[in-house]
């Protein structure tokens, strides 16, 4: 698989985040391991200092924990920790902005939510 980074965000943090979207999707459970830093580092042609870098910040977060000489471990309650903290980040950032730009465009929260549900059932 090609994995395309972007220049306006540190590979670290982008990496993080994949892991991050892995856990929220559910592809990555409290207890499974995260492949070694070896591993990504070789698929993804990165340095394994970034590697490093991005597993520090999920272990920094409790999301992930080192066992020593085994490897990296999602914990228990990530996936739920990291969902209550995107729902309130959309809540205080992302959804105020959305409101913003529908009344700027004239548009019925109400309805959009009813193609939305439209669309969702096609």
């Known amino acids: 698989m090609t994995v395309g980074w972007n220049d306006k965000t540190p590979i670290?943090?982008?990496?993080k985040e994949r892991v991050v979207g892995m856990m929220l999707d559910g592809d990555l459970k409290a207890?499974?391991?995260?492949?070694s830093v070896r591993q990504i580092a070789a698929d993804y042609q990165l340095n394994p200092i970034t590697v490093s870098k991005a597993y520090q910040e999920l272990v920094d977060e409790n999301?992930?924990?080192?066992?020593?000489?085994i490897g990296m471990y999602v914990?228990?309650?990530?996936?739920e920790k990291l969902l209550a903290s995107e729902r309130a980040r959309f809540i205080s950032e992302e959804w105020p902005a959305m409101l913003e730009r529908i009344r700027r465009l004239g548009l019925d929260v109400k309805e959009l939510l009813n193609n939305a549900d439209h669309a969702g059932a096609a």
């Not at 207890?31 to 492949?35: I, Q």
């Not at 999301?63 to 000489?69: A, C, M, N, P, W």
């Open 12 to 15: 670290y943090r982008q990496l």
């Open 31 to 35: 207890g499974d391991a995260l492949p």
């Open 63 to 69: 999301l992930v924990e080192k066992r020593r000489g």
């Open 75 to 79: 914990t228990e309650g990530a996936s």
